[in-house]
C-alpha cells in the first residue's frame, strides 16, 4: 500500500485532460496541446486581485501587475477621442470549472472541435493563468462580444498600436499557425519588459506559446533563432589532370 503512494502523487500532479462535454477525454497532440491550444494551470484564488468595477462589464479578476496595467491602458484610451467609445474588460480569469461551461455552453457539436476554435478545453485556457483577458468596447453598435466585428472598430486599432506600451499582446493573431481562431479581443499580459515586476513569471507561463506561436502584436518580440548558413565546401579543381596532359600530347603532336 506504502508503495502507490508515490504512483498516486504522480498521477494527482498530471494535468486534468481535456473533457468533452459529453464527459470523453480529448487525446492530447504530441505537444501537449489539446485542439490547438496549449496546457495552462489555474492561478491561485489568492493570487488574483478584482480589477475596479468600473473597468469591466462583469467581475474581473487578474494577477495585481496585469491589473496594474489593465487599468493604465483603459484610461489612456478613454483619453483618446481615436477609440471612439470605451474600452471594458469583459472576461479576465477564469478557473477550470468556468472554463468547462464556457466551452461547453454554445455549440454542441460531438466533436468539440468546432467549440475550441473559440473557446480553449478546461485546463488549456490562457485565462486560466491569471494574466488574460478579453476587451469589448461600448457603445457594442451592435457587435456582440467576442466576435470578429470587434477588429472592423477603432477600438481595435488603438488596441493593436497601444496596447503593447503597457505589456499586452494578441495572442491569437489572424492565420495563427496555433490553428486557433482569430480573435481580436483576447489579450494576454507579459509586462513591458522582461524586468517589470511579476513579467518574468508571465513571460515563463507563456514562454512556449511564445517561441512557438508569436502574438502579433507582440510586446518585446521573442527574438526568431535563424539557423546559420549551411556552408559548402568546394573543393578545388585539381591542378592538372591525365585528360589535360593527354590533350596536350595530342596538340603537341599535331604541331610536330
Ligand atoms: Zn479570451
Avoid at 457539436?109 to 485546463?123: L, V
Amino acid at each position: 500500500m506504502r508503495a502507490r503512494f508515490p504512483l498516486l502523487l504522480l498521477i494527482a500532479a498530471t494535468p486534468a485532460q481535456a473533457q468533452l462535454c459529453n464527459g470523453n477525454s480529448i487525446p492530447l497532440q504530441p505537444d501537449g496541446r489539446a485542439l490547438g491550444h496549449l496546457p495552462y494551470g489555474d492561478a491561485a484564488p489568492g493570487s488574483l486581485v478584482t480589477v475596479p468595477t468600473e473597468l469591466a462589464i462583469s467581475t474581473c479578476r487578474l494577477r495585481p501587475e496585469a491589473a496594474a496595467d489593465l487599468q493604465r491602458l483603459i484610461a489612456a484610451a478613454a483619453g483618446d477621442r481615436a477609440v471612439e467609445g470605451l474600452l471594458y474588460a469583459f472576461s479576465c480569469h477564469r478557473s477550470l470549472a468556468y472554463q468547462q461551461s464556457t466551452f461547453c455552453r454554445t455549440r454542441q457539436s460531438d466533436s468539440g472541435a468546432d467549440r475550441a476554435i473559440s473557446a480553449a478545453p478546461p485546463g488549456h485556457s490562457e485565462h486560466a493563468t491569471g494574466y488574460a483577458l478579453d476587451f469589448t468596447v461600448r457603445p457594442a453598435d451592435g457587435c456582440p462580444d467576442a466576435e470578429a466585428c470587434m477588429a472592423a472598430k477603432p477600438a481595435f486599432r488603438w488596441l493593436v498600436a497601444n496596447a503593447p506600451r503597457f505589456g499586452f499582446e494578441m495572442s491569437f493573431p489572424a492565420g495563427n499557425k496555433q490553428g486557433v481562431k482569430w480573435e481580436p479581443w483576447h489579450w494576454r499580459w507579459v509586462g513591458t519588459s522582461a524586468t517589470a515586476p511579476g513579467a518574468a513569471r508571465a513571460r515563463f507561463l507563456f514562454a512556449r506559446a511564445r517561441r512557438d506561436f508569436a502574438a502579433d502584436p507582440a510586446v518585446d518580440p521573442v527574438p526568431v533563432i535563424v539557423p546559420p548558413p549551411v556552408v559548402r565546401t568546394i573543393d578545388p579543381p585539381p591542378a592538372d589532370t591525365g585528360k589535360r596532359k593527354k590533350k596536350q600530347r595530342r596538340k603537341d603532336k599535331a604541331e610536330r
